[in-house]
């Protein structure tokens, strides 16, 4: 298996002597699959075979010899085998553009106009918006009622009756026991 | 009734965003009209995807409920077409999905197979050739792999371009090309000796 760089130094390499035909099986087979790679191949490449044009024509989706590098319809011109494929490609294309199967049978589908999903009118929008606001001010307003009812908090704790911090250090309750 | 016989005749000169905005008026001949307008394509869509007429019609009658429903979001021209032909098409492949494997009509299933649209200079003879060439060549679409499927369905059938498709499906445009210029050659070589591709 070759990586990008090794190819495209293999392609560059077969050019300068003139070699790009006689490239080996599994450098042919990475360009067929490497976009990046074909284009650096079909860039420099001047005597196309037929392995070359099917490879182009997979790769670029070409169904016309019109979207063909010059070097390429020289050959389609050339070889009749290849110019029927590509007229095959061109009348292949046309007809899955042109094909539509009738469905005159087939009925409408029973709607009624309560089943369509309403569009927001700037009404409705507006209706919305107000609903929304007098909600929250609502519930500000309750919730401001009840923070001074104080509601929202425990009523006040009674200190619990504190034994220390007298000035003799002896804890008055526990004075008050022992007298 | 003078007035509703107005409405239906004037409704095919209308472009797809007037007729959106008479159905979502409640105009259910509006409605009716672009379903007979996109009708075909879509079931052509369904059935390249699905190769089997009764799950395809029911893509259909799917397709443009689940349209009718969405009918605000449609203002340009271009708009509902688009929205129905992408929903055929994951429907219809979501009905593939959920039967885990490709369903397979032969052409012998006539009576159940989809009619071409006939053209209206073809002889009988023609016609007939018309009918099974094109009914082949769907058939093959249906039974190439889902990733040729998918973009030959999107690129011929739907019109999409390239740029779009790569767009859609996350690739880059290059991708989309190899893609399809590999389906059109596994097509071609399905349709050798069914079809005359000249």
Known sequence: MYN????????AEAAEAGNLNHLAHDVREHVANCTKCAEVYFTILDLWACADLRTYVELHAVVSSNELPSAARFHVDHC???????????????????????????????????????????KLALVLAIAALS?????????????????LYPSQVTQPCRYADTSDGILDGHHDVVK | MATKDVIVSKLPLLGDGELVGRAQRGEVEAFADLFDRHRDRVYTIAYAVLGNPSDAVDVVQETFLRAFGKL?????????????????????????????????????????????????????????????????LVLAVSRLSEEHRTVLVMHHIEGLSVDAIAKELSVPAGTVKSRLGRAREALRRKLLGTVDLG
Request: aromatic content about 6%; some cysteine; charged content about 25%.
């Open chain 2, 72 to 136: 605000s979001r449609f203002h340009k021209d271009g708009a509902v077409s688009a929205y129905l032909y992408r929903t055929a098409r994951n429907a219809a492949i979501d009905v593939l999905r959920s039967r885990k494997g490709i369903q397979t009509t032969t052409l012998d299933e006539a009576d159940g197979s989809p009619k071409p649209i006939r053209d209206p200079g073809d002889n009988p003879e023609q016609a007939l050739r018309r009918r099974t060439n094109e009914e082949a």
């Open chain 1, 4 to 11: 990008c760089a090794t190819v495209q130094k293999v392609i």
């Open chain 1, 135 to 151: 909600v929250f001010l609502s519930a500000l307003s309750m919730y401001r009622a009840a923070e001074r009812l104080g509601w």
């Open chain 1, 80 to 122: 009749d085998q290849c110019g029927r494929l590509l007229a095959q490609d061109e009348h292949l294309d046309r007809m899955l553009r042109s094909v539509t199967l009738s469905a005159q049978a087939l009925g409408c589908p029973a709607v009624r106009p309560h089943m369509m999903r309403k569009p927001m009118t700037w």
